[in-house]
């Protein structure tokens, strides 16, 4: 029988001597978190709270719970953090003892608000706590070493914000690092009492490095083999060459600005490789602004390097909270999705940012895993305006104190370097990786822009459509879209075609293959759609109509005319039109305001000085509306800087994470994944749901999915 007097976890049904004791636990925890966090010099601070983490649960009433004899388990988190709050610290360390308190605290609940309110840390140390069995001390060291972490470089912004922000973002890596810890040892010890193993090996990319690029290389080698030599084949190549002999360039942030069609996407993997290869990284992360072509991406990746590297993790239908423990999930996908361990992920946006803002434990279980990244964000100037600022001092964090490398991959590059961008990027002409960007953009010019002199009705729209064979129309909305296409039936037009986020991935996919095919033949092609055509989706039209709008948007519908170049840029017309019918919406009718303006100092729209002048001009006029989160949801009027919710000063850290986690959202649409179990592959697809939520029903179900609008449930009465 075991002598272990205090357990961290109990078994139903077996002897004491199965259960897990608490001092294993700490210890394991304490050392699974201190490893995870050294990449970034935390390791002595996450070790503390794992040593701490569990240390409510000394109270013999824990205990008490524990053995079944107690209905209720007392709060087992706090003690910790009480602990660490109640120690003399030297003024340098204080802060990191404050934070591994935020992390102790919410490591089964999530980080909290500093606050006074209930669920607060403040209210949590002051309340009342069961007293500890004394034996803890016996079991925890006494851990009276700095946990300041090594090496970390504040921000030289006189900004308090920012470098309070700095340690924000610390407490969160520290959080990721200890409840990571936690789920893994408490997931191992139930499984080995089911004598199960659990499958979390993924191979580490350093180790596999050289066979991806061999892979790589082989790919590009084939692609190259089967091209016709053109000069668009030719200048695809020079980038691909110039961009991967920038990769021994120090980690840091990077630019890669190539007009569409000159081959981003495989030059920033090539990049990614190179660079992870020559600096000892140790995962790519490949980051999509929209759900609709993250498969797509994936499916390339999956090619080039092998379906068993590549991770695809987006939010068409997101797995449910569970605070349950690791001992409930099911699936290598499923875990991978929590952790991100896998050596290459493609993920959205969305999943990326939201989850550097969370504040729940199963969001945050994959942050630490961009320490020591390369992290490309694809479209990067798709990042929203309200979430813009925290968004661009986060990701400037991690390349600043956390390894990572981060690649901001566009044709139309965003102007966010400081000073220009309050608290932006510190960027050169040497972190440039395309060749001569602007040289490229003449090379690659394939369209000519014209705007049409009166606002198009939708019927003269139709007659202009109904004059080519092939043509693609992009309007602002998912109505004016479906109105389009019944005005273009109704006329009698061959060849047409629907495409909005109304119908599901699957459908989408469907659809864009037959385009494809048709385009293909040289049938009548007509393709009615909104944005989601614009980023990323390999189609070639020799006539694009594109609702006034953005200058990146513009430029990326641009994108999808003679994207070979098989005509001469004269004949690749790209047609900006006032819609008769159909008022912007308020936000891109701004951004066509911006785009006017340009337009009137620059003879040349797509040139990089238009670009830059056109997004230092939606800047100023969004101004502090580039830093600002909805307080309650969609229906709320209430807003509040993400950067105002971090505040550290003598008095100490008041830090707001609880409300920026429940609060900071890329998107404020109010939508839900809904599935309509029309077809049979639907169907099949939900009922993998029910079976359990393991990576490939999600998503086989995500493909079925569509979105619409909901409510919230409200309380009857």
Sequence with gaps: MSSCRHFAHSAEGLDRDRWQGLADHLRAVAGLAAERAAVFGGGSLAELTGWLHDLGKYAPAFQAYIAGTRAKGPDHATAGAREIIGRSWSPADRWAAELAAFCIAGHHTGLPDRGSGGASLDARLTGELHALDPAWRQDVPPLDGSPSPRGFEAHESKDSRVRAFQLALLGRMVFSCLVDADYRDTEAFYAGLEGRTVDRTWPRLPEIVDALLARFDAHMAALAAGADDTPLDRLRAEILAHVRAKAALAPGVFTLTVPTGGGKTLASLGFALDHARRHGLRRIVYAIPFTSIVDQTADVFRRVLGDEIVLEHHSAIDAADDETGAASVQGKMRRAMEDWA???????????????????????????????????????????????????????????????????????????????????????????????????????????????????????????????????????????????????????????????????????????????????????????????????????????????????????????????????????????????????????????????????????????????????????????????????????????????????????????????????????SGMAPVIVAVAEEARTALDGLRGGWLGPARRRAGCRATSCRCRRPTAPG
Aim: aromatic letters at 6%; glycine letters at 6%; charged letters at 25%.
């Design 342 to 668: 896998a050596p290459v992920v493609v993920t959205t946006n969305v999943q990326l940012l939201e989850s550097l803002f969370a504040a729940k434990p199963s969001r945050c279980r994959k942050i630490a895993s961009l320490a020591g990244a390369v992290i490309v964000l694809d479209e990067a100037q798709a990042i929203p305006l309200h979430v813009l600022r925290p968004s661009v001092v986060a990701l400037d964090e991690l390349a600043r104190n956390y390894g990572a490398t981060i690649v901001l991959c566009t044709a139309t590059r965003p102007a966010l370097a400081a000073p220009r961008f309050e608290h932006g990027f510190r960027l050169t002409d040497e972190r440039e990786l395309a060749p001569e960007p602007d040289r490229l953009r003449r090379a690659l010019r394939r369209t000519t822009l014209r705007r049409a002199t009166e606002p198009l009705a939708d019927h003269d729209l139709v007659a202009e459509l109904a004059g080519v064979e092939r043509g693609l129309v992009i309007v602002n909305s998912r109505r004016h879209a479906l109105d389009l296409y019944r005005a273009a039936k109704t006329a009698g037009l061959d060849g047409l075609v629907h495409l909005t986020t109304r119908q599901t991935a699957a459908d989408r996919r469907r659809i864009l293959a037959d385009v494809r095919a048709t385009l293909a033949a040289r049938r009548p092609c007509r393709v009615v759609a909104t944005s989601l055509i614009e980023a990323g989706v390999d189609i070639d039209f020799p006539r694009v109509w594109r609702a006034e709008a953005g200058l990146d948007q513009i430029l990326q519908a641009a994108g999808r005319c003679n994207r070979e170049g098989r005509s001469p840029a004269e004949d690749g017309i790209v047609t900006v039109f006032a819609p008769a019918e159909a008022k912007p919406p308020r936000e891109i009718a701004a951004f066509a305001a911006a785009m006017a303006r340009t337009a009137a100092k620059h003879p040349d729209p797509t040139s990089l000085a238009a670009i830059d002048h056109y997004f230092r001009e939606v800047y100023w006029q969004t101004g502090d509306g580039l830093d600002r989160m909805r307080i309650g949801g969609e229906a709320s009027s209430e807003t509040r800087a993400v950067l105002d919710c971090f505040k550290a000063d003598r008095l100490g850290l008041d830090f707001a994470y609880r409300t920026v986690g429940d609060n900071f959202r890329l998107i404020e």
